[in-house]
């Protein structure tokens, strides 16, 4: 049987991030992509210039809509704007037993907010409970954990935090480090494993968290177990970053297409 998983997040018309980026991994996998847009960003590899949030029932009927009739294996959440999307987000999804990877995405890479304040609360609230995984970098750790996160025992400190908050994984990435780019999961029996990359110096990095956690989500839905899922995306994305086509005149996208 065909696996398939939905992504709900934000529109990127550059392709390198958001559920553009998202379906290019679902597919890329074998695994047939399903997408519910919950904002419009105007964007390129050059930077952020509006965001349009839809409204929350649209989202919420768009996510309805796909599980009646097509149910995913896995779903992901990106980017969600406000306080009632994630609301609607966590309702729609009340049916769903599947596994839901959180991926906070507070922010683009030049700072255009893309989950104000309120949603950070409401996402907390309501989504992180729901959560089989979340993937917050350094600073959505920090934020959501409302702690300094910058090395790996405040990584550690704040996946426990996260933990006891209801995701039943938490993956901090530890991208933005210095040094060597580890990431640290606390899983479900409370066990932490670090998972190394290696860095490449190079500008074209847009979409690599929104990759990464679309990759998890993929291997989830195939029928991986969480860190099997995870190792086999953190090695694909050091790849994809490092095998970047150099598109776009700012910071571009991954290749997509990598092995
Ligand atoms: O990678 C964060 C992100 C998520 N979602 C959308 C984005 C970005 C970064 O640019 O555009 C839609």
Redesign the pocket.
């Known amino acids: 049987m065909l696996a398939a998983a939905l992504t709900i997040?934000?529109?990127?018309p550059s392709g390198?991030?958001?559920?553009q980026a998202d379906l290019k991994i679902f597919h890329r996998f074998g695994v047939y992509g399903e997408a519910a847009p919950t904002?419009i960003?105007v964007?390129n590899t050059c930077g952020?210039r509006r965001i349009e949030v839809l409204s929350p029932e649209l989202v919420e009927e768009q996510i309805r809509a796909v599980l009646d009739d097509i149910p995913p294996d896995a779903v992901k959440t990106?980017?969600l704007g406000n306080a009632g999307v994630v609301e609607a987000v966590a309702r729609a999804l009340e049916r769903f037993e599947g596994p839901l990877v959180v991926?906070p995405?507070m922010?683009?890479?030049n700072g255009?907010t893309?989950t104000d304040e309120p949603a950070r609360r409401t996402l907390v609230e309501k989504l992180l409970p729901r959560a089989s995984l979340v993937t917050p970098n350094l600073e959505e750790a920090a934020a959501l954990a409302s702690m300094p996160v910058d090395d790996l025992d405040s990584m550690a400190r704040a996946a426990e935090k996260l933990r006891s908050m209801g995701s039943r994984n938490v993956l901090v990435k530890g991208g933005h480090l210095e040094g060597d780019p580890v990431d640290l999961l606390l899983n479900s029996r409370g066990e932490f494993q670090q998972f190394t990359g290696r860095r490449s110096a190079t500008r074209h990095t847009?979409?690599?968290?929104?990759v990464y956690s679309a990759a998890i989500t993929a291997h989830l839905a195939l029928g991986l177990q969480l860190a099997e899922a995870i190792q086999r995306s953190k090695n694909f994305v050091s790849e994809a970053i490092r095998t970047n086509p150099g598109l776009g005149r700012g910071s571009g996208p991954l290749n997509l297409f990598a092995e």
């Open positions: 997040a934000g529109s990127d390198g991030a958001g559920l904002l960003t964007q952020v990106g980017a991926d995405v922010a683009s890479k255009a893309m847009h979409g690599t968290g929104c």
